[in-house]
């Protein structure tokens, strides 16, 4: 069975097994995870902290895209995809872990500075309370310099008006991948610095 073949298998699995918690029946495409990739800075000090890495399309993405292996952390929370993940990237640290702890999780990884968090959590499917606890960890992770970076596939930004305001953050649309199933936009966010 070819690499991509086993890496949707094991994604549609998981979504049969947790369709709410993954968002989406299939993984997404190359061309949105080098979108994702190319808005992180490699030359930027810190570590890239990827979010529900899923089957690892944006991993690789990132990986291509220059990021070494030793300033990549991933984090993935289902368990099976964590195991998949692992095998096929044997060189990355990546934990099978819960994004709504992300400053500890950070902490006990020996993440001091975060350079970006590339998530492919599905916020719009997530309840309102999990949703704000995990933007909330992915802001304090971030200090004042790093960015998130994170895709959806509503129209309107993933993190809301009211919420960019009490984090303070800014948002911007940069990329709008039609060739996705479905089609998803590329948000990035910082504290407007």
């Given at each position: 069975m070819s690499t991509h073949l086993n890496s949707t298998c094991h994604f549609i699995a998981a979504w049969l097994r947790s369709p709410l918690k993954m968002g989406a029946a299939l993984p997404s495409s190359k061309l949105l995870a080098d979108a994702m990739a190319q808005q992180v800075n490699i030359s930027n000090e810190g570590a890239v902290v990827e979010l529900g890495a899923g089957t690892g399309v944006v991993t690789q993405a990132l990986l291509d895209s220059g990021i070494t292996p030793d300033k990549?952390?991933?984090?993935?929370?289902?368990?099976q995809l964590h195991a998949f993940l692992q095998e096929n990237f044997p060189d990355l640290q990546i934990l099978c872990a819960d994004a709504l702890e992300l400053e500890n999780v950070l902490s006990s990884a020996g993440v001091q500075k975060v350079n970006a968090i590339v998530s492919s959590l599905p916020f719009l499917s997530m309840p309102d309370a999990v949703r704000r606890g995990i933007q909330e960890q992915m802001v304090k992770s971030i200090g004042n310099e790093g960015i998130i970076i994170q895709f959806t596939y509503g129209l309107q930004s993933p993190i809301n008006?009211?919420?960019?305001e009490a984090y303070g953050l800014v948002g911007k649309r940069v990329k709008f991948v039609l060739l996705n199933v479905p089609p998803a936009h590329v948000w990035v966010y910082n504290k407007g610095n």
């Open positions: 990549l952390l991933v984090i993935e929370r289902e368990k008006t009211n919420e960019l």
